[in-house]
């Protein structure tokens, strides 16, 4: 069987202005990946990480340097090959997708079943994220996600001024479970008694506080609430660092390289008694689509990605009462 692989760029405009502490966004290119057999098609979709320097342009190379290499290959062969083939990034994660949501329409069967999961997806929690701002800002972000419908609600943070923002988030939002995104900010922190204060205001996990390469600031840290390594955990090879420094992990695709990757650290988390968050970077419903499967067996579900768009996909996934689920 010869595969053809294709690969696109997309810009999707977000809705309104995405803010954390790195920075703002008002659109997201995202790359497009298409496998064919001739007959069946799959699709996959990735997001590349900014702050490890990639860009759309930059994941589409990678893959287009790919094709090559793999066409050779059938469906199974060649997803095993790109593994070693393309690092760890947005572009083997639109591909290793792309390629999983092929062998899924050869076998006739649903991408879970294929996938190795023991039954169909269900509806999930979902965060929804309230962008960096000043507490009043975020007071109504907040207040409006709450009439949407959204219970748990996931807050940029930046290193200053954190506790008057989750302060107001909470008035805005008073009866919402809160979890906070630190970003690396709390290096130069009193990390403790920072999160003391957040865990008096209901917070109930705190992910990244401090800089990549600085976990060890977290060893004798007696925190009431659980560190999630994001940025500190890209793949399998991070997992024995956060075991010694985090309570859990949070899981993306774009970083992991794609559903083999990200599979495969859920698996292993379990068996080290990591709690586990499955998240996403600004995407399409496409790009959410395989995490929705590894996001099965997740504590926290942070996959709102499709609904910080200005608009998503025909058929994408419905947003009710604070849950995620297939259209």
């Not at 009431?224 to 956060?242: H, K, N, T």
């Amino acid at each position: 069987m010869a595969l053809r692989i294709s690969a696109v760029v997309e810009r999707w405009p977000v809705a309104g202005q995405f803010i954390i502490a790195r920075g703002s966004k008002t659109h997201v290119d995202v790359l497009v990946v298409a496998v064919s057999d001739g007959t069946h098609t799959g699709m996959g979709e990735g997001t590349a990480i900014y702050y490890h320097g990639e860009s759309a342009e930059s994941c589409l190379k990678q893959v287009e340097d790919a094709i090559d290499a793999l066409i050779g290959f059938g469906v199974v062969e060649a997803r095993e090959a790109a593994q070693a083939l393309l690092p760890p990034g947005a572009a083997r994660n639109a591909l290793d997708c792309a390629l999983w949501d092929l062998q899924a329409k050869l076998a006739g069967q649903p991408l879970w079943r294929v996938a190795g999961l023991a039954e169909a997806p269900k509806p999930l929690q979902t965060a929804f994220t309230i962008s960096l701002g000043d507490p009043g800002t975020m007071e109504a972000d907040a207040a409006k996600a709450a009439a949407r419908g959204f219970s748990l609600l996931k807050l940029k943070l930046t290193g200053e001024g954190d506790r008057d923002r989750v302060a107001a988030v909470r008035k805005g939002a008073p009866a919402a479970r809160l979890i906070v995104d630190a970003n690396e900010s709390w290096g130069a922190l009193d990390i403790e008694a920072e999160a003391t204060a957040l865990a008096a205001l209901g917070v109930e996990m705190i992910e990244q506080p401090v800089p990549v390469g600085q976990d060890a600031l977290l060893a004798g840290v007696n925190s009431p609430v659980p560190f999630l390594a994001d940025e500190s955990c890209q793949s399998l090879d991070d997992i024995d660092l956060c075991v010694r420094y985090y309570d859990g992990i949070n899981i993306k695709l774009d970083k992991a390289g794609g559903l083999t990757m990200a599979l495969a650290m859920a698996r292993s988390a379990e068996a080290r008694g990591l709690k586990q968050m499955v998240g996403c970077m600004l995407s399409t419903s496409l790009g959410i689509a395989p995490a929705y499967l590894v996001a099965q067996g997740a504590d926290w579900v942070d996959l709102d990605g499709p609904i910080l768009l200005a608009e998503d996909r025909e058929d994408g996934f419905r947003f009710a009462g604070g849950t995620i689920q297939p259209s």
